[in-house]
């Protein structure tokens, strides 16, 4: 049993999408940094998978971690860093990357 799950999308579409991808805005590579500080910062108890299309394509990329079912959007290695330590070492959401409802 984990104590988090969290599911990244990584959904690719052609590059002339109208809703655009998550894949197309760094997804896989953020999700990849994500597994790997994780495990440099010993957090246990939490799965980090990949995910087709979450249908929140114009706002990626996207994450969203269950339990709790909190969304992310997210840009950069400092925005995983920060959910990291916040939401799954100290169980406090990131408010400021929290997914708006579209």
């Given at each position: 049993?984990?104590?988090?799950?969290?599911?990244?999308?990584t959904?690719?579409?052609?590059?002339?999408?109208?809703?655009?991808?998550c894949?197309?805005?760094?997804?896989?590579?953020?999700?990849?940094?994500?597994?790997?500080?994780?495990?440099?910062?010993?957090?246990?108890?939490?799965?980090?998978?990949?995910?087709?299309?979450?249908?929140?394509?114009e706002?990626?990329?996207?994450?969203?971690?269950?339990?709790?079912?909190?969304?992310?959007?997210?840009?950069?290695?400092e925005?995983?860093?920060?959910?990291?330590?916040?939401?799954?070492?100290?169980?406090?959401?990131?408010?400021?990357?929290?997914?708006?409802?579209?």
């Amino acid at each position: 049993m984990y104590q988090f799950h969290v599911f990244c999308c990584t959904n690719r579409r052609a590059d002339d999408h109208a809703r655009g991808s998550c894949a197309a805005k760094g997804s896989e590579k953020l999700r990849d940094y994500m597994k790997a500080r994780a495990k440099e910062l010993g957090i246990a108890e939490t799965r980090i998978n990949t995910a087709g299309c979450l249908d929140q394509c114009e706002q990626g990329p996207v994450m969203v971690i269950y339990p709790e079912g909190v969304w992310y959007r997210y840009d950069s290695k400092e925005d995983i860093d920060e959910i990291l330590s916040s939401h799954l070492q100290r169980g406090q959401p990131v408010h400021r990357l929290r997914l708006q409802k579209s």
